[in-house]
C-alpha cells in the first residue's frame, strides 16, 4: 500500500503541526507523521502547562546560529503580531508575564488545539498519523517515500520537523540529523542549551545554598543576561543562568554581577555613611541571608566597613560585580530546553528552508541549527521556520 501526499512532514510538534496548517491553507495535501502516542507534547508541557507561546520583541539578535543572518527572513516574514493575531482570532485570552514573554491565561492545550482547528479549517487535507514508527526514507525521481510499519507514504516534498534531542525521556532524539546527514546535508555538533550548569572544585560550596534565588546579571562570552538566577543542589540555574548557558561553553566561566542595581562604589559610601555596619549586614540588605552570608564570608572583610581599607572594599565590590563561576559541565540533554546546533544552515535557503541541493527536502524548526533565548523565541521560531516552508510546499 503507499499513500501520496503534496508534502510529508516528520514530526508533529510546534514546528510541524504549524507548517502542515500552512501549506494546507494553501490547499496542499499533507501527512504529519508523529511517532509518538499524540501531537505537540514539548507545546503541552511548555509554559509551566501555558505556553509561552511568542515574544512579542522576537527579532534576530535573540537567536544563536553559526550564520546569525539566517533566522532574519523567516522571522520577518512571519512575526510574532502574526502568531498573535491568530491566537486572538482563536479567542485565546493571553498575559504578558514579562519582558515580552506571552503566555496563555488558561492552558498550553488551547495552542495545540488552535493548531489542529487550523488544519482541520484549511482547504487542503492534513493527515496526522501518530505511533508511526519511521524506517527508510528514500528519494528517487522527484518523489520521496517513507516506510513505516504501516505501509508507504510518497510525495514530492519531505520535512524535517522531528526537532532536537533535548529531554528524550519525552522521546526526543538525533533522528533529524541522521536523515539530514543521509541526504548529505552538514549538521553543527548539537549541545544542550537553556540548561541548568554543574559546579565543583571550588566552587562547590555554592551547593549549599540550593533553593536560593536572587535577580542578577550573569554573563558567558556575549551573552549578558539580568534575570534571576537560582542555586541549586547541584549548581546554578534560574532564567539568567538558563540564559547564559547557551553561550557557555566547558572550561569557560560564567560571570554573575550579585548587584546589578548598586553604583560602583557602594560598599565606600556604607563605610563613609554607616561605619559601624559589616559586611555581613551590608549585603544581607540586598541580598537573601544565606547567600549574603556565603558570600561576606568569601570576600574576607570580617571588621566593620569603618575599620576596613578602602582598598579591600574596592577588591570587593568588584569581586560580587564579576562573581566568577567556572562550572564543570551541564545537567545535558536530559534537563535541557533546547538544542544547540543542527542542521547546517548553510545547507538551507533561508527563504523557504529547502536544501540547495536536495530539491524537496525540507527541515524547520528546533532540528536546524537556529536556537532562540528563553522567552517565547523557540516557539516563533518553529512559527516562522514553518510558516516559511509551507509557502514552498
Ligand atoms: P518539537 O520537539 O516540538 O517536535 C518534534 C516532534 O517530532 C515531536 O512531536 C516528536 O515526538 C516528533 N519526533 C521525533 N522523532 C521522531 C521520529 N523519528 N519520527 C516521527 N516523529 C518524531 N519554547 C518556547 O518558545 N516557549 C516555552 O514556553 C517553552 N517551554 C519549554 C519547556 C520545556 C520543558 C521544553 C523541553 C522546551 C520548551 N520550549 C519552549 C522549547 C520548545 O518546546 C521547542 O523549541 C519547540 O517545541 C521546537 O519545535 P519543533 O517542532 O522543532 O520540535
Known sequence: MSDTFDAIILGGGAAGLFCAAEAAKRGRDVCVLERAGAVGKKILISGGGRCNFTNIGAGPE??????PHFAKSALARYTARDFLDLVEKHGIAWHEKTLGQLFCDGSAKQIVQMLLDECDAAPGAVDIRCNQEIGDVSRAGDSFTVTTQ???ITAPKLVIATGGPSIPKMGASDFAYRLARQFGLKVVEPRPALVPLTLGGEDVLFRELSGVAAPVEASAAKGRFREAALFTHRGLSGPAILQASSYWTPGEPVTVNFLPDLPADWLLDAKRDRPRITMKAALREHLPDRLADTLSERLGVSTELGNAPDKALRAAQEKLARWTFRPNGTEGFAKA???IGGIATGELSSQT????NVPGLFAIGEA??????LGGYNFQWAWASGHAAAQAL
Do not use: C, Q
Open 62 to 67: 535573540n537567536y544563536l546560529s553559526a550564520n
Open 150 to 152: 504501516h505501509g508507504n
Open 337 to 339: 530546553e533546547v538544542t
Open 353 to 356: 528552508m529547502e536544501a540547495k
Open 368 to 373: 536546524v541549527d537556529v536556537t532562540g533565548w
